[in-house]
């Protein structure tokens, strides 16, 4: 899986941010805020990625346990797919 866009990632006063890129731009407009996890999952997305491998990124960040993983990267992954920016194969 990745993402549909380009997007740039920007942390601003604490907050973090993704901005489309390019041809993004013209076809998503706006901007999307999200959390530091969901920060390193977009850095990770911009290349095809199996599901596995971002749990073993999230595993690898920060100290939680699988299911936890596992629970945050479905929510994440949903958003995406609820703004139809998420190419899964």
């Not at 006063?13 to 999200?34: C, D, H, K, N, R």
């Not at 996890?37 to 199996?50: I, M, N």
């Not at 929510?75 to 899964?88: G, Y």
């Amino acid at each position: 899986m990745k993402l549909k866009y380009d997007f740039a990632v920007r942390e601003i006063v604490g907050e973090y941010v993704m901005v489309p890129l390019g041809q993004g731009a013209l076809e998503f407009s706006g901007m999307i805020s999200t959390s530091e996890t969901g920060a390193l999952l977009v850095e990770a997305l911009k290349q095809d990625v199996s599901r596995e491998d971002l749990i073993h990124r999230i595993l690898e960040e920060y100290d939680v346990d699988l299911q936890t993983a596992n629970t945050d990267l479905d929510e994440f992954l949903n958003q995406l797919r609820k703004l139809n920016i998420l190419i899964e194969d």
